[in-house]
């Protein structure tokens, strides 16, 4: 059990020490590849999760809405895609996802819902051509940390122009350890 922890710890440890500046890794004295992304303008696509029987939002959606939520204050020229199907009780995920958001404050002029996904890929699928119709520079993708590689495979294969990946915590720490790291790191670099 102890030596699941190592790698992961390793890799934080290392991460850290190297963006405080405590050591300087081999390809340091190499010149910097630009990452290339633009954040002037981004998309938040938060992506549903199913809902309960009775149409009321999980703990983790409401979760994802939330940290989406939290990015967005940030970019406020930026739109926010909440972006599910899958109906319970006569209310898509998209639909639960913006009453949310505006029963928290956030403007609805803002929201674009995508309600017809059932699935990641159709997430991504329906989700890329609003991001573009809307004139953004790029996605941040707002997920969970056990789904973060496969609805970034999933945004990548259907054209999307991922320029970070915000995960909430789930599942196996060892994963939320190296999800955060790659979180922490994505927005500087071309892997996230």
Sequence with gaps: MRSRWKAPVAAVALALV???????????HAAPTPAGKDFSKPAI?????????????RPLLRRRVL????VAQGYPQSPIIVTGGNPRNG??????MRRMLTMLG?????????????????NARFSVPLAEEAGTTGIILVT???HQGRADGDFIAAGGNILATVSYPDGNPALNITQFV??????VTNFG
């Design 106 to 122: 956030f403007p609805n002029h803002r929201i674009i819902v995508e309600d017809r996904a059932n699935s990641t890929v159709q």
């Design 67 to 70: 940290a989406g939520l939290a």
């Design 182 to 187: 790659r979180d922490a790191l994505s927005p």
């Design 45 to 57: 696509v938060i992506l549903g999760y199913g809902l309960q029987p009775n149409g009321s939002m």
């Design 144 to 146: 969970s940390s056990t």
């Design 18 to 28: 190297t963006a405080l500046g405590g050591i300087e890794p081999a390809l340091a």
């Design 91 to 96: 209310v898509t995920e998209a639909e639960q």
